[in-house]
C-alpha cells in the first residue's frame, strides 16, 4: 500500500504512530529513506507488545522530510483466529498534536505468517 | 467444501445416546421427556462442552463444571432435522463474552492482556420446555463464567508469544535486507518501486526467493518457525494440561406458560473448578458446587401444593490422562442433600477420543449411590456413549 501524504515545511515536528487492531503477534520495521535515494535515515525495530513505544518523531527541520519515505514492514499471525478474524494496521501521520492523514491496511487473520508493507511518501 | 459437507453431515446425524440405570422406573418415565431434551442440548454441542445455564438443568450425575477456552460466542440447539427435513429447533443455549463481543476485531493485544477478567466473563442463556405432571413448563436457565486462571492461554503465554515475536522478527529483518539488495542490484529508489505496480512485485519475489535461500541456514532455524500452525498445534498439545481456575454460577426458573413474569426460581447453583497438570500425561480436576432448590408437592390429604427448599454441596474430582486427542478419566463425586440429610456418591470412569477433527467420541459408565448410611440406600447403574461435535479448528464458511 502506498500513501501519498501532505506534511506543512513551516509547521512543527511530524510523529508517526502505528497502531495494531485484531488479536495478533506482529514484528515490524520502521525505516525512513531520504527523498530520492537509497539511504535510510532511520531503521527501528518494534512489534505490538506493548503500544507505547510505536511513535517516531521525524528529523528536524521538517521541511527536510518532503519527499523522504516511512516504510513500514510488518510480519504477523493471529493468535485466535476463533476470537478475532481481522487485522488493521495503521500508520498515522502527526503534525502540530493533530493527525493530519493516515494508512490503512485491513484484511482477514489467516494463522498463517502474513505480510503487511505500508509506504507513505511525504509531500 | 469438505468442512462444510462435515458441518452439515453433524447437523444431520441423530445423536448416539445409550443411559441405562435400575432406578425406580415411573421417576424415570416421568423424567424422560425433559431429559431427553436436555440430552440433546449436551450431546449435538458445538464447542461447548459445560455451560453453567445448561449444568443448571441436571442432566448428567456429576456435578463438575468443566473449564473451557473462552469463545466469543457459542451457540447449542436441540436436534434441528428430524430424519426428513429441517424443523425449528425447540430448544437452545448461547454463551457469550459480552466484552469480547462488543471489541469483535478492534481488540488489541495488550488491551486482551491487560483486561483478560473482563474479556474471560461469560454469559450463557437457556431454554427449552419440559412436562411434569401433564403440565407444561418453559424454563429459562441463565449462567455466568469468569476464568481467573487460564496457563493453557497462548494469547497470554509468554514463551510462546516470545517464540513466534522472534521468528516474524527475523522474517522481517531478512526481508528488509533482501529489499535493500534488490534497490542495490536494479538501481532504483523505494520510491520508484512503490510507486510501480510490476517493479514492486518483481521486488516481493526477489525477497521472497532470498528469504527462503536465507532461512537454509540451519543457525537461523533455531529462531525461525517455518510451518507456524504446525507449531501452534504441537504448542497446544503439550500444553493441554496446564491449570486453570473457573468459577460459575446460573438461575433457572420455569413458567408454566410462555410468559417470562410467571417465571418460578427453581435453582441457584455455583460452581467452582481447579485443574491442575499432572505431570505430561494428566490433569486433575477438583470441583465444587453449591445449589439452592426451590421444589412443591402435592398434600393429598389437603389437596394444596406445599412449598419448599433445600440446598445441596457436592465435592467432585476427575482425573484425565492420555494426550489431547486421546484422554481417559475417572472421577468420584460426594452429595450432601439436606432435604431430610441425604447423602449420595458417584463414581465414574470413561474415555474421550478425537476420532476426527471437529468428533469426539465420550463413553463413560459409573455407579450412583443414593441415601448413603440408611435403610432406603439404593445404587444404581449409569452410562452414556456421546458424539460431541466441535467446529473443525480450519473450517471456514467461505
Redesign the interface.
Given at each position: 500500500m502506498v500513501k501519498k501524504v501532505k506534511i506543512d515545511p513551516a509547521g512543527q515536528m511530524v510523529a508517526v504512530k502505528i497502531t495494531f487492531e485484531g488479536l495478533i503477534i506482529a514484528s515490524y520495521q520502521y525505516v525512513l529513506w531520504e527523498a530520492q535515494s537509497n539511504q535510510i535515515l532511520e531503521k527501528k525495530d518494534g512489534n505490538n507488545q506493548n503500544p507505547f513505544d510505536d511513535t517516531y518523531s521525524l528529523p528536524l527541520p521538517v521541511a527536510k522530510n518532503v519527499g523522504r519515505i516511512i516504510d513500514v514492514r510488518t510480519r504477523f499471525v493471529g493468535l485466535d483466529t476463533d476470537i478475532s478474524k481481522e487485522y488493521t494496521i495503521s500508520v498515522a501521520v502527526f503534525q502540530n498534536g493533530k493527525m493530519i492523514d493516515e494508512a490503512v491496511d485491513k484484511g482477514a487473520i489467516t494463522g498463517n505468517s502474513q505480510l503487511s508493507q505500508i509506504y507513505i511518501i511525504l509531500i | 467444501m469438505k468442512n462444510k459437507l462435515l458441518l452439515l453431515m453433524m447437523l444431520a446425524l441423530p445423536t448416539i445416546s445409550i443411559s441405562q440405570t435400575k432406578e425406580d422406573s415411573l421417576r424415570k418415565v416421568k423424567k424422560a421427556e425433559a431429559d431427553s431434551i436436555f440430552q440433546k442440548f449436551i450431546k449435538v454441542n458445538f464447542a461447548v462442552p459445560d455451560l453453567p445455564a445448561f449444568n443448571v438443568l441436571g442432566n448428567s450425575p456429576s456435578d463438575i463444571l468443566r473449564p473451557t477456552d473462552?469463545?466469543?460466542l457459542s451457540i447449542l440447539t436441540s436436534e434441528f432435522y428430524n430424519g426428513s427435513s429441517i424443523i425449528v429447533p425447540k430448544s437452545f443455549a448461547l454463551e457469550l463474552s459480552p466484552f469480547?463481543l462488543a471489541k469483535n476485531?478492534?481488540?488489541?493485544?495488550?488491551d486482551?492482556q491487560q483486561n483478560q477478567f473482563w474479556y474471560n466473563l461469560r454469559l450463557s442463556l437457556g431454554t427449552n420446555t419440559s412436562t411434569v405432571n401433564n403440565q407444561k413448563y418453559s424454563n429459562l436457565a441463565i449462567g455466568a463464567r469468569i476464568t481467573i486462571i487460564d496457563k493453557g492461554d497462548?494469547?497470554n503465554d509468554e514463551v510462546y508469544?516470545d517464540l513466534?515475536?522472534?521468528?516474524?522478527?527475523l522474517?522481517?529483518?531478512i526481508?528488509?535486507k533482501a529489499?535493500?539488495q534488490f534497490?542495490?542490484d536494479k538501481n532504483?529508489?523505494?520510491?520508484e518501486v512503490?510507486?510501480d505496480e510490476a517493479l514492486n512485485k518483481e521486488m516481493?519475489q526477489y525477497i521472497d526467493k532470498a528469504k527462503k535461500k536465507k532461512l537454509e541456514d540451519e543457525k537461523l532455524l533455531s529462531t525461525y518457525i517455518k510451518d507456524?500452525?504446525k507449531f501452534?498445534e504441537d504448542y497446544k498439545k503439550n500444553n493441554w494440561n496446564k491449570e486453570k481456575l473457573e468459577f460459575a454460577y446460573a438461575y433457572l426458573g420455569a413458567s408454566p406458560d410462555s410468559l417470562i413474569k410467571n417465571i418460578q426460581t427453581k435453582k441457584h447453583a455455583a460452581w467452582g473448578t481447579w485443574a491442575v497438570p499432572v505431570k505430561k500425561w494428566g490433569q486433575l480436576l477438583v470441583g465444587i458446587n453449591y445449589s439452592y432448590m426451590y421444589a412443591d408437592s402435592l398434600n393429598k390429604q389437603t389437596d394444596k401444593t406445599v412449598n419448599y427448599e433445600y440446598n445441596t454441596f457436592s465435592a467432585s474430582s476427575r482425573l484425565y490422562f492420555g494426550s489431547n486427542r486421546v484422554k481417559g478419566f475417572i472421577e468420584g463425586q460426594y452429595k450432601f442433600i439436606s432435604l431430610n440429610d441425604k447423602r449420595d456418591a458417584f463414581l465414574n470412569t470413561g474415555g474421550e477420543f478425537n476420532i476426527r477433527d471437529g468428533i469426539w467420541l465420550v463413553v463413560n459408565a459409573g455407579i450412583n449411590w443414593h441415601d448413603l448410611g440408611s435403610a432406603n440406600s439404593k445404587s444404581g447403574f449409569y452410562s452414556s456413549l456421546n458424539l460431541r461435535f466441535t467446529l473443525p479448528e480450519n473450517f471456514k464458511m467461505n
Amino acid at each position: 500500500m502506498v500513501k501519498k501524504v501532505k506534511i506543512d515545511p513551516a509547521g512543527q515536528m511530524v510523529a508517526v504512530k502505528i497502531t495494531f487492531e485484531g488479536l495478533i503477534i506482529a514484528s515490524y520495521q520502521y525505516v525512513l529513506w531520504e527523498a530520492q535515494s537509497n539511504q535510510i535515515l532511520e531503521k527501528k525495530d518494534g512489534n505490538n507488545q506493548n503500544p507505547f513505544d510505536d511513535t517516531y518523531s521525524l528529523p528536524l527541520p521538517v521541511a527536510k522530510n518532503v519527499g523522504r519515505i516511512i516504510d513500514v514492514r510488518t510480519r504477523f499471525v493471529g493468535l485466535d483466529t476463533d476470537i478475532s478474524k481481522e487485522y488493521t494496521i495503521s500508520v498515522a501521520v502527526f503534525q502540530n498534536g493533530k493527525m493530519i492523514d493516515e494508512a490503512v491496511d485491513k484484511g482477514a487473520i489467516t494463522g498463517n505468517s502474513q505480510l503487511s508493507q505500508i509506504y507513505i511518501i511525504l509531500i | 467444501m469438505k468442512n462444510k459437507l462435515l458441518l452439515l453431515m453433524m447437523l444431520a446425524l441423530p445423536t448416539i445416546s445409550i443411559s441405562q440405570t435400575k432406578e425406580d422406573s415411573l421417576r424415570k418415565v416421568k423424567k424422560a421427556e425433559a431429559d431427553s431434551i436436555f440430552q440433546k442440548f449436551i450431546k449435538v454441542n458445538f464447542a461447548v462442552p459445560d455451560l453453567p445455564a445448561f449444568n443448571v438443568l441436571g442432566n448428567s450425575p456429576s456435578d463438575i463444571l468443566r473449564p473451557t477456552d473462552v469463545k466469543a460466542l457459542s451457540i447449542l440447539t436441540s436436534e434441528f432435522y428430524n430424519g426428513s427435513s429441517i424443523i425449528v429447533p425447540k430448544s437452545f443455549a448461547l454463551e457469550l463474552s459480552p466484552f469480547l463481543l462488543a471489541k469483535n476485531n478492534s481488540l488489541t493485544l495488550h488491551d486482551y492482556q491487560q483486561n483478560q477478567f473482563w474479556y474471560n466473563l461469560r454469559l450463557s442463556l437457556g431454554t427449552n420446555t419440559s412436562t411434569v405432571n401433564n403440565q407444561k413448563y418453559s424454563n429459562l436457565a441463565i449462567g455466568a463464567r469468569i476464568t481467573i486462571i487460564d496457563k493453557g492461554d497462548l494469547k497470554n503465554d509468554e514463551v510462546y508469544i516470545d517464540l513466534l515475536k522472534n521468528s516474524l522478527a527475523l522474517e522481517v529483518d531478512i526481508e528488509n535486507k533482501a529489499k535493500e539488495q534488490f534497490l542495490k542490484d536494479k538501481n532504483k529508489t523505494i520510491q520508484e518501486v512503490a510507486m510501480d505496480e510490476a517493479l514492486n512485485k518483481e521486488m516481493e519475489q526477489y525477497i521472497d526467493k532470498a528469504k527462503k535461500k536465507k532461512l537454509e541456514d540451519e543457525k537461523l532455524l533455531s529462531t525461525y518457525i517455518k510451518d507456524i500452525p504446525k507449531f501452534k498445534e504441537d504448542y497446544k498439545k503439550n500444553n493441554w494440561n496446564k491449570e486453570k481456575l473457573e468459577f460459575a454460577y446460573a438461575y433457572l426458573g420455569a413458567s408454566p406458560d410462555s410468559l417470562i413474569k410467571n417465571i418460578q426460581t427453581k435453582k441457584h447453583a455455583a460452581w467452582g473448578t481447579w485443574a491442575v497438570p499432572v505431570k505430561k500425561w494428566g490433569q486433575l480436576l477438583v470441583g465444587i458446587n453449591y445449589s439452592y432448590m426451590y421444589a412443591d408437592s402435592l398434600n393429598k390429604q389437603t389437596d394444596k401444593t406445599v412449598n419448599y427448599e433445600y440446598n445441596t454441596f457436592s465435592a467432585s474430582s476427575r482425573l484425565y490422562f492420555g494426550s489431547n486427542r486421546v484422554k481417559g478419566f475417572i472421577e468420584g463425586q460426594y452429595k450432601f442433600i439436606s432435604l431430610n440429610d441425604k447423602r449420595d456418591a458417584f463414581l465414574n470412569t470413561g474415555g474421550e477420543f478425537n476420532i476426527r477433527d471437529g468428533i469426539w467420541l465420550v463413553v463413560n459408565a459409573g455407579i450412583n449411590w443414593h441415601d448413603l448410611g440408611s435403610a432406603n440406600s439404593k445404587s444404581g447403574f449409569y452410562s452414556s456413549l456421546n458424539l460431541r461435535f466441535t467446529l473443525p479448528e480450519n473450517f471456514k464458511m467461505n
